[in-house]
């Protein structure tokens, strides 16, 4: 009677242990940041069958005595196996699946910049979508943030119906449709159009403590950080500010110095020199650690000739000439850039292109000064030359003459370099940096460390006209975020995406046209009416 009721309890508990054994399975099929207790949960599982054998042994011994039970273990086992394959099959796939973007330009996958991010999150990320069920662009949010969800397993998202829900949205200050809450490390951000640049902009701000701060000099003539003209900086200056940098003007003349809290600072394209003063204080700042960036166009060098000199860094007193730019589609005084060299600015911008309209070679000297390491950033191509600014200034005045007077139809550009010009590939940019000394002292306002400089050999290139042109925008950000030491920060940038029109030869119109509207409702029209004839004279 005894061995009965163990023989009983023993088969309960062995159904017990299946069972946890399942749940555990499942759990760890369908988890995706806990697995580990899904594991735990079928070890538990499988210690409660062996506990129920082992109350049973006797009658477990006896069952398996006999020859059926020998063949219909191994059948069973045989089945176990494939199922237990076919389980960790899918849970491998639901975990650790992969995807293929055979799109134009890989429009659904995330960029370089995102990915970066991603894999930089030190806790799990949130996104709270506020979508009607029926909200016109709920569709498109889902598809983005199911790619960021997919690219790292600490970032999830849940869609949220503010009718439904007006105590989480009124939580969280949502007042429009269409709003994506991120909320992760303590802190949240609020993105209005859920699309990748938003969204990655919205998780850099997370994971950053404050704002640094990136000051423009001003008083040399250089363009307007607010102004709608094609030459200004509105757009890299709200290109900063997305990336949560603080963006100021400074006007080092009325200063004593630079400011402390300056992360780095930019000339952006001056028509007037510095005077002597303002040199030696962005001297003594860049000494101290500091970070600055110069866009020196051909016919202004700032008045830093000669400090840059002292860097290792030779500003040509030339325009660069670039015949392949017309295959672009444009002057061959926007030389063309795609040879880069090997430094964090450039190393992820293989096979980009960059334009730089009306630019002037910018290279490094044989023997650096002691101390300082330097990397010249592009190149332009073997087609490009450097020739003489102010000579091709008077050529092209004289060109501009005859045609006044009648005499010339247009201005030709001389497509070959004369003798005197230098052929490319011209360095069109450098990056130079130097450690500092730790120093100490009360009237230390700023900690030694390393300076970092940054000289392109124009201005245009990151202006409101060209700043989006190819590579130009992750070129002038990526210079930006290696001078303020955001290394995380450099990278390809995503792109915001832009309708690709169908464009249709007048053939492929007319063929359009005719075929689907003419062509095959005749053809129809025309075997109805032969089967009707054949079916009449049938009867």
Not at 36 to 58: F, M, N, S, T, Y
Not at 163 to 180: C, F, H, I, S, W
Not at 241 to 255: A, D, G, P, Q, R
Not at 367 to 388: C, H, M, R, Y
Request: charged residues 20%.
């Amino acid at each position: 009677m005894e061995g009965m009721k163990q023989h009983h309890a023993a088969k309960w508990l062995a159904l017990l242990g299946l069972l946890v054994m399942a749940c555990g399975g499942l759990f760890y099929a369908v988890s995706i940041r806990h697995g580990d207790w899904g594991l735990i949960g079928a070890g538990a599982g499988l210690l409660i069958v062996l506990l129920a054998a082992l109350v049973a042994r006797e009658a477990v011994g006896a069952f398996f005595a006999k020859r059926s039970a020998r063949l219909g273990l191994g059948s069973g086992v045989a089945i176990i196996a494939v199922l237990a394959l076919v389980i960790f099959l899918g849970a491998l796939g639901a975990r650790h699946h992969v995807r293929w973007d055979f799109s134009q330009g890989a429009a659904y996958t995330l960029s370089p910049q995102t990915l970066k991010v991603l894999a930089g999150l030190k806790g799990p990320v949130k996104a709270y979508a506020f979508f009607k069920d029926t909200q016109a662009g709920r569709s498109q949010a889902a598809e983005e943030l199911a790619k960021y969800a997919y690219a790292s397993r600490l970032f999830t998202y849940r869609f949220v119906n503010p009718d439904q829900e007006p105590g989480l949205a009124k939580a969280m200050k949502v007042r429009n449709y269409g709003t994506v809450v991120l909320v992760g490390n303590g802190r949240e951000e609020q993105v209005q159009l859920p699309e990748e640049q938003a969204l990655t902009n919205a998780l850099i701000r997370m994971g950053q403590k404050g704002k640094k701060r990136i000051y423009f000099l001003t008083g040399h003539g250089e363009p307007s950080l607010d102004g709608v003209g094609k030459e200004d900086f509105t757009s890299l200056r709200k290109a900063l500010e997305s990336s949560n940098y603080e963006v100021k003007s400074l006007m080092l003349i009325t200063s004593d110095q630079v400011p402390p809290d300056a992360a780095v600072v930019i000339m952006a394209g001056p028509k007037k020199p510095m005077l002597p003063q303002e040199v030696e204080r962005l001297s003594a700042y860049w000494d101290k650690g500091g970070s600055v960036l110069l866009l020196l166009d051909p016919d202004s060098d700032g008045g830093l000739n000669k400090w840059l000199k002292g860097k290792g860094v030779e500003l040509g007193d030339d325009l660069v000439i670039d015949q392949a730019s017309r295959l672009a589609g444009l002057s061959p005084l926007a030389p063309l850039a795609s040879e880069y060299g090997f430094h964090d600015i450039t190393k992820m911008m293989s096979g980009t292109v960059c334009f730089f309209p009306q630019a002037r070679s910018v290279s490094l000297v044989t023997n650096l000064p002691q101390g300082i390491k330097g990397e010249e950033l592009v190149k332009t191509s073997p087609a490009s030359w450097a020739t003489d600014y102010g000579g091709f200034l008077a050529w092209y005045k004289a060109q501009m003459d005859k045609i006044k007077q009648g005499q010339g139809k247009q201005v030709p550009i001389e497509l070959k370099p004369g003798k005197d010009d230098r052929k490319g590939p011209i360095s069109l940019g450098a990056a130079l940096s130097k450690q500092g000394q730790a120093k100490t002292g009360k009237d230390q306002e700023r900690p030694a460390g390393t300076s970092r400089l940054v000289v392109f050999g124009d201005a245009d290139f990151a202006n409101n006209e060209f700043l989006d042109l190819v590579g130009n925008h992750d070129l002038a950000l990526n210079s930006i975020s290696w001078l303020a030491a955001d290394d995380d920060l450099v990278a390809i940038r995503a792109k915001s995406r832009k309708n690709q029109p169908l464009l249709l030869q007048p053939i492929q119109e007319r063929l359009l046209f005719w075929i689907p509207l003419v062509v095959w409702p005749l053809i129809l029209a025309l075997v109805g009416v032969v089967i009707i004839i054949r079916r009449r004279r049938a009867r």
